[in-house]
């Protein structure tokens, strides 16, 4: 009888060592949940000094980019309201590259960064090349563009849109020679 109890004992200490071993085993190939991936949102784009021959059109034809300039980010929900706005300025090329840090949207189709934001022209250090021109509504804000292009890293991708270029003019052009 004790032999009996002895073995069932053993059987017990046996099948329980059993049933812990499935369980850890069943927790460590349980799937994983992926972690949220993120989507930045990026604008670039370039600013310039328009050439004098130019003054009038959009044409860049011999413009010069702008080190320095300062442009801003506006974006506006689908209530006209503006929801994010940043100031930044160009590089020494006259390049900008702006992570929109919190930029949120509300209604994923109307404040979408394609409807929603724009650039605009804010100054020039440049003191021979500081009026604002429209070339690509640098006045009324250049909307994003998207033109394919997409950083992708671990859990976290960028999505770059494209704005301008955009120009200032110079405040002084010689006139115009006709021959």
Not at 25 to 30: C, D, I, Q, R, V
Not at 38 to 61: P, R
Not at 89 to 97: A, L, M, N
Not at 149 to 158: H, T
């Amino acid at each position: 009888m004790a032999s009996n109890q002895l073995t069932k004992a053993i059987y017990t200490l046996v099948l329980l060592g059993l049933a812990f071993q499935s369980i850890a085993t069943n927790e460590s190939t349980a799937p994983v949940k992926p972690q949220e991936k993120t989507v930045d949102v990026v604008v670039e784009g370039k600013v310039y000094c328009q050439s004098c021959d130019h003054y009038g059109s959009w044409s860049l034809t011999g413009a010069e980019p702008i080190p320095s300039a300062r442009v801003s980010v506006i974006c506006k929900n689908h209530m006209k309201q503006v929801s994010y706005y940043k100031a930044l300025e160009c590089d020494e090329h006259g390049y900008f590259y702006a992570p929109l840090h919190g930029l949120k949207a509300s209604n994923n189709i109307l404040d979408h960064p394609l409807h929603a934001c724009h650039v605009k022209l804010v100054s020039s250090p440049n003191e021979h090349c500081s009026l604002l021109s429209n070339v690509n509504y640098g006045i009324n804000g250049s909307p994003f563009r998207f033109e394919n292009k997409i950083l992708r890293r671990l859990g976290n991708d960028a999505v770059v849109y494209a704005a301008g270029p955009l120009a200032f003019r110079p405040a002084h052009c010689p006139p115009a020679t006709h021959v």
